[in-house]
């Protein structure tokens, strides 16, 4: 497997627009991304991603070949829940089905996990992405349950999942 996370790079910007530039992408993903999504959004996109505090995001190019195929991005929570952080990711449709995104959660969990003091990562996908749930089942988390009409997504009332992986105690 050749899939590598790494920090985002400001060339990266064609790839991420070519990559967000689909409706099958942004139909399973949070609302807030534009259509079309140009390199502008890209640019300012990564520049937030690298200016972040790194304790609070983590957030990573997915690469094949350094070549932009993705994004994955862990972010911590506050309050009670400041040792929790929520993830999420997403690959460019022409790499679907090549195991890249397991690869990327595994890789992202694993560096989050040796360099913070979070202890649970969580992903709520849509209930209808079964690759999603797939990949995150693979990649060690645990379904802990079905948040039922959860979400409106393009005017659909959506179910989501409750993935997490908790770091081990010992």
């Known amino acids: 497997m050749d899939c590598v996370i790494r920090e985002w790079r400001t060339d990266d910007k064609a790839g991420l627009a070519g990559i967000l530039n689909n409706k099958n992408i942004l139909n399973n993903l949070r609302d807030g991304l534009p259509y079309p999504y140009t390199e502008k959004d890209a640019k300012e996109y990564i520049k937030s991603m690298l200016s972040a505090d790194k304790s609070k995001t983590f957030a990573f190019a997915i690469t094949v070949r350094d070549k932009v195929i993705g994004s994955i991005g862990i972010f911590r929570w506050g309050n009670i829940h400041y ?55 693979k990649a060690g988390f645990r379904y802990e349950g079905t948040l039922y009409s959860n979400a409106v997504k393009n005017g659909e009332i959506l179910d989501m999942k409750m993935y997490a992986l908790i770091k081990d105690k010992n």
């Open 83 to 137: 040792r929790t952080a929520e993830m999420g990711y997403y690959i460019g449709e022409p790499y679907w089905g090549n195991g890249y995104a397991t690869s990327a959660v595994r890789q992202a969990c694993k560096y989050v996990v040796e360099n913070s003091d979070i202890i649970r990562i969580f992903a709520e996908p849509f209930a209808r992405n079964v690759s999603s749930c797939r990949v995150l089942e």
